[in-house]
């Protein structure tokens, strides 16, 4: 057998292991991705489809709306990301200190609400946020202020987020304790030798050692905070006044309501490309060559 046929073999034997994952990959997200770009070139109404190039594009562009819900998911993002990044690090660093199996108890309950079912969890803050009878006024009322509408104009977007960081975080708390748990104990033995102080320690040793997880933490905290729905569909359905309409929310409104799947697929483009391009400034500014 010659040195050819030999590396024919190889090759052709390692491409079979990865040929049912290369399917899935295809037939999963390839497909539907290059499906989605052909819809937004059309335009569909009950009679049928029409080519319409980049009208849908055009259209979005003129829209007040979806610019509205571009920047109402702006400021989610800039709410949900820092708050879960800051919050896993400090549990994260509280949590790792206790021995594995109490470790294990933290994260398990940080890590529950992201499990628990969407509509449960709706219910039980729709209750806590009730003008009338809500457990957030009753506590107002008992230190002496005046009731909110937590979910009204001005309270809209904090409400909301706080439900989010209590579903989203734990995941992060999870992958942030590993990471903690994983940092050789010599860097600190020689930090303490050295007399640094524990401020000096994180910054110096645990917040560098951390930053391939952190990069993790934020790239999928981001893409995950320009996807939130179905809470806000929940409890606020967009209002009030579109003030919490997202991208995903306009684009389930299109596809399933107004039954418009080109300018549906049109959004889904346009948020794709936007979360793409925000992921790729957070690799450039937060790629490290730290591994341990």
């Given at each position: ?189 020689s930090a303490s030798l050295d007399g640094a102080t524990p401020l000096v320690t994180f910054l110096r040793i645990t917040l560098p050692m951390l930053?391939?997880?952190v990069l993790y933490v934020v790239v999928t905290s981001t893409i995950a905070s320009f996807q939130v729905f179905a809470i806000i569909l929940l409890m606020t359905g967009g209002g009030p006044a579109y003030k919490t309409t997202t991208i995903l929310m306009l684009i389930y409104r ?39």
């Open positions: 057998m010659n040195m050819r046929n030999l590396k024919f073999r190889r090759e052709w034997s390692g491409w079979l292991f990865v040929m049912p994952m290369l399917l899935f990959f295809v037939a999963f997200v390839v497909y539907p991705i290059a499906s989605s770009v052909r819809s937004s070139l059309y335009a569909f109404d009950y009679a049928g489809y029409s080519w319409t190039g980049l009208g849908n594009y055009e259209q979005l562009i003129r829209d007040s709306l979806f610019w509205k819900a571009v920047v109402n998911t702006l400021i989610f993002v800039v709410y949900l990301v820092p708050s879960i990044t800051v919050l896993a690090l400090l549990f994260s660093a509280f949590i790792h200190i206790y021995p594995k199996k109490l470790q294990s108890f933290f994260k398990a309950t940080f890590y529950l609400p992201g499990v628990t079912s969407v509509v449960s969890l709706a219910m039980v803050w729709e209750y806590m946020y009730n003008n009338q009878f809500g457990l957030g006024n009753y506590v107002l009322k008992l230190l002496g202020l005046p009731p909110v509408n937590f979910l009204g104009t001005s309270f809209a977007y904090t409400s909301l987020s706080l439900i989010l960081i209590t579903i989203s975080f734990g995941a992060a708390v999870v992958v942030l304790t590993a990471a903690l748990n994983g940092i050789p104990r010599d860097l600190y033995e930053k391939p997880s299109e596809a399933f309501v107004n039954m418009n799947f080109g300018i549906a697929n049109a959004m889904g483009i346009l948020l794709c490309i936007l979360i793409c391009s925000i992921a790729f400034v957070q690799f450039k500014l937060l790629k490290t060559d730290v591994e341990y």
